[in-house]
């Protein structure tokens, strides 16, 4: 594993960005899919999040100030990626804000086949109760 400060100052370095991209798709890709899968629950969602997700790390690397881990920065665009994804389902889909959220939980909880645990389903509720952004 490459050390964090070495990471940034290579993804910076446009001689050695896109290696140092992969290398950063590599190592963090599953912790933040599943950050993200927890939020909106459905794989192929998942995916799309995460790719934007990555896109948003590639071209603001630049404003990365190093106050914080990268990982730390990384989860916190991930978070925000994954609420406005869900924001933008909910008005797709003519839902309420919310309503796609409370949804998603309810099948959640109903699916024989769900094997996540009840702080999952917390989750769920509650991100389908926050109140809506001013954006």
Do not use: C
């Not at 629950?41 to 100030?65: C, P, S, W």
């Amino acid at each position: 594993m490459i050390a964090e400060e070495t990471l940034v100052r290579e993804l910076k370095a446009k001689e050695t960005q896109s290696y140092a991209f992969e290398i950063l798709v590599s190592e963090y890709k599953e912790r933040l899919y599943w950050h993200i899968r927890r939020i909106v629950l459905n794989h192929d969602d998942a995916d799309d999040v995460l790719q934007n997700t990555f896109i948003k790390v590639y071209r603001n690397i630049e404003g990365f100030k190093g106050d914080s881990k990268l990982f730390s920065w990384m989860y916190r665009i991930a978070t925000n990626e994954a609420l406005s994804f869900l924001k933008q389902k909910n008005q797709k889909l003519g839902f309420t804000d919310g309503e796609y959220q409370k949804r998603a939980a309810k099948n959640l909880q109903a699916d024989v086949y769900f094997e996540g645990d009840e702080i999952q389903l917390k989750l769920q509720k509650a991100i389908a109760t926050l109140p809506k952004s001013k954006s």
